[in-house]
Structures are given as C-alpha cells and as structure tokens.
C-alpha cells in the first residue's frame, strides 16, 4: 500500500477564521482515531488572516476514501461553505 500526502489549501471569508478553527478541533480527535490516518494537522498562514493549510497523511487511497465516507466529513462539507471564500485547493503529492 502506498501511503498518501495531502495538502489542503483553505480560504476563509474575512472574520471566519475561528469557525474553520472550531470545526476542525471539533473533528480532529474524531480523525485521528480512523483507522490509516498518519497525520492531520491545521495551520494557519502566517500572516493571514484567512488563508489556512491542512496536511494529511494516510496509509492508503483506501484509508482515504473511507474517512471521506465519514458521517461528520459529510458534516463539514455541508457547513464549511458558510465560512469559506471558496472551496477548498486539495494537492496530493508524490515522493521524489
């Protein structure tokens, strides 16, 4: 199995930072208990007000797919558009 690298690239509206902050402490414990999750961890820009970086690590593209599958990911992606800027920027990267 080959494992997974995601970076994830979220916009916020101006005054919404702590709402994407909130959702994701609410979820974290819930994702890192998953099965094949490795790594999921929120940062802010420095600098930025609204401008957000998740990196995500998991064992496998199955893995992935399941937690995408999770009742409270489907939770978030219906809340999420209320304090977006945009839908999220997902990059999946390969070793060199």
Same mark, same amino acid.
């Given at each position: 199995? =080959?494992?997974?690298?995601?970076?994830?690239?979220?916009?916020? =509206?101006?005054? =919404?930072?702590?709402?994407?902050?909130?959702?994701?402490?609410?979820?974290?414990?819930?994702?890192?208990?998953?099965?094949?999750?490795?790594?999921?961890?929120?940062?802010?820009?420095?600098?930025? +007000?609204?401008?957000?970086?998740?990196?995500?690590?998991?064992?496998?593209?199955?893995?992935?797919?399941?937690? +995408?599958?999770?009742?409270?990911?489907?939770?978030? +992606?219906?809340?999420?558009?209320?304090?977006?800027?945009?839908?999220?920027?997902?990059?999946?990267?390969?070793?060199?």
């Amino acid at each position: 199995m =080959k494992e997974l690298k995601l970076v994830i690239l979220i916009e916020v =509206k101006p005054g =919404k930072a702590q709402e994407q902050i909130n959702l994701y402490e609410k979820i974290k414990p819930l994702v890192l208990k998953e099965e094949g999750c490795l790594q999921y961890e929120l940062n802010r820009v420095e600098g930025s +007000d609204v401008n957000f970086i998740l990196i995500e690590r998991w064992k496998s593209a199955e893995s992935l797919a399941l937690h +995408d599958e999770m009742p409270y990911m489907k939770e978030v +992606d219906s809340i999420s558009p209320s304090f977006r800027a945009r839908p999220a920027t997902v990059f999946k990267l390969n070793n060199l």
